[in-house]
């Protein structure tokens, strides 16, 4: 198995672009999730899913959007980037009990 | 509220010193996980505690719930080169699609 995986690595946005930041898992999870890290801090949820069709906001949801129309991919878009979301945006799915397993993570910087 | 406090947030030690990581919560906690992030790296799980007074080890490392349910800590013996990294604990909403909020993490460096 791949666990999680996501996909870009890096990445620099300018102010005001959109991107998608692509999120897989091949373990037939149905919880996924999608967490932030500013330096120094701690992981914040931005939205998360509890299956196919079904979203729910987390913490910080503002300037972020998701779907999930299957049980393994799980993208985060983010429309007219801003400085502030420059951060480490992590994804992450667990099973129906038990603890959570991330991906590898995006650097993402908005300039 | 929802938060998870942890402390300290910085530690430094020598190789061979021992380490304690506190994390607590003004509520009650149904569980706490805990997670170790390399540097540069992204959270592995390391551990769920459940009950009340619960202890767990995995060899060095020695993790604790407290009895009311609102504290836990994690404490390394001994430490080595290999444990740097931040040690963050959370705590599960199972009602909430097991969403978790975290602490933000205790920092270790390690001196060789």
């Known amino acids: 198995n791949a666990g999680v995986t996501q996909t870009p690595k890096f990445r620099i946005l300018k102010i005001g672009q959109s991107m998608t930041l692509q999120c897989a898992q091949d373990m037939n999870h149905n919880y996924m999730y999608w967490y932030r890290q500013d330096p120094g801090m701690g992981l914040k949820l931005i939205y998360y899913?509890?299956?196919?069709?079904?979203?729910d906001k987390g913490e910080v949801p503002n300037g972020y959007n998701v779907s999930r129309s299957t049980t393994e991919d799980f993208p985060l878009r983010l429309e007219l980037a801003a400085p502030s979301q420059t951060s480490v945006y992590f994804c992450?799915?667990?099973?129906?009990?038990?603890?959570?397993?991330f991906g590898p993570g995006t650097r993402l910087t908005v300039t | 509220g929802q938060q998870v406090m942890q402390i300290p947030q910085y530690q430094h030690v020598q190789e061979g010193e021992d380490f304690t990581t506190y994390c607590n919560s003004s509520?009650?906690?149904?569980?706490i996980q805990w997670y170790k992030q390399r540097p540069g790296g992204h959270p592995v799980f390391l551990i769920q505690l459940v009950k009340s007074g619960e202890v767990k080890k995995q060899k060095r490392l020695t993790f604790q719930f407290g009895e009311a349910k609102k504290n836990s800590s994690l404490h390394i013996t001994a430490t080595q080169t290999t444990d740097v990294g931040t040690y963050f604990c959370?705590?599960?909403?199972?009602?909430?699609?097991?969403?978790?909020?975290f602490g933000q993490g205790t920092e270790l460096s390690v001196k060789p």
């Open positions: 899913s509890v299956g196919a069709g079904i979203t």
């Open positions: 992450a799915s667990r099973p129906e009990r038990g603890e959570q397993y």
């Open positions: 959370a705590k599960a909403r199972d009602n909430q699609g097991g969403k978790l909020i």
């Open positions: 509520t009650t906690l149904s569980n």
